[in-house]
């Protein structure tokens, strides 16, 4: 008998993380992510997240800004992040640090992830969990952002309040793993509940 995830289609999560302490979260958001039943998941890394995880500790495929261009030599070669935008039904970030949110909603395309997001086909939902610390988020220049990357229909995770990684203590830790993949569950539990 079929049960009820064998007519079900697999749904592509693309998860990028970015120059954020909030990303040595990465490890247990990928294993959750996993758990999703019928969920695939590939990485996009920037350069500076490298600093707060180690790529060994990551059970899933992960993109780097060199391999755009090792995959690319000629004319007819794949484009990594048009292949990429291609393959994913939804987009999460998380962490996004002050840095990326910046070049989102500016349209600065200067690496995979943010070249990804240039190209994002805006009928696929497009999460985004911002992580800084207070004094960056309470910045002018946040609300404007946050204003921009709604007017892109791009969905805000919230952060939360809890001691950060310098020891100050206040609004802009990213929101708790569960609460993402909680998130991310529910929007893939309809979207699987459209495709059947
Ligand atoms: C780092 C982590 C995940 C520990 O629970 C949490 O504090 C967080 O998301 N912090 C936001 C980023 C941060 O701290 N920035 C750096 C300087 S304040």
């Known amino acids: 008998m079929a049960t009820g995830n064998d007519n079900k289609q697999n749904i592509?999560?693309?998860?990028?993380?970015?120059?954020?302490?909030?990303?040595?979260?990465?490890?247990?958001?990928?294993?959750?992510?996993?758990?999703?039943?019928?969920?695939?998941?590939?990485?996009?890394?920037?350069?500076?997240?490298?600093?707060?995880?180690?790529?060994?500790?990551?059970?899933?495929?992960?993109?780097?800004?060199?391999?755009?261009?090792?995959?690319?030599?000629?004319?007819?070669?794949?484009?990594?992040?048009?292949?990429?935008?291609?393959?994913?039904?939804?987009?999460?970030?998380?962490?996004?640090?002050?840095?990326?949110?910046?070049?989102?909603?500016?349209?600065?395309?200067d690496n995979l992830l943010t070249s990804v997001a240039r190209a994002w086909d805006p009928s696929k939902p497009f999460y985004y969990c911002p992580a800084m610390n207070t004094h960056m988020w309470q910045h002018p220049l946040t609300q404007e952002q946050l204003e921009k990357l709604q007017s892109l229909k791009y969905i805000q995770i919230p952060p939360i309040s809890k001691t950060l990684a310098c020891g100050d203590c206040g609004i802009g830790a990213m929101a708790d793993v569960s609460t993402i993949i909680e998130i991310v569950r529910g929007k893939v539990d309809a979207t699987q509940g459209l495709l059947v």
């Open 12 to 109: 592509n999560i693309l998860a990028g993380v970015t120059g954020s302490v909030a990303s040595i979260k990465l490890p247990i958001l990928v294993e959750k992510l996993l758990e999703i039943p019928k969920v695939s998941v590939r990485v996009i890394a920037t350069q500076n997240s490298f600093h707060f995880f180690d790529r060994t500790s990551i059970p899933c495929q992960i993109y780097e800004d060199k391999d755009e261009w090792q995959t690319w030599k000629k004319i007819g070669d794949p484009v990594l992040h048009i292949e990429l935008r291609r393959w994913a039904d939804l987009f999460l970030i998380a962490p996004l640090d002050a840095n990326t949110m910046a070049k989102l909603s500016h349209g600065i395309c």
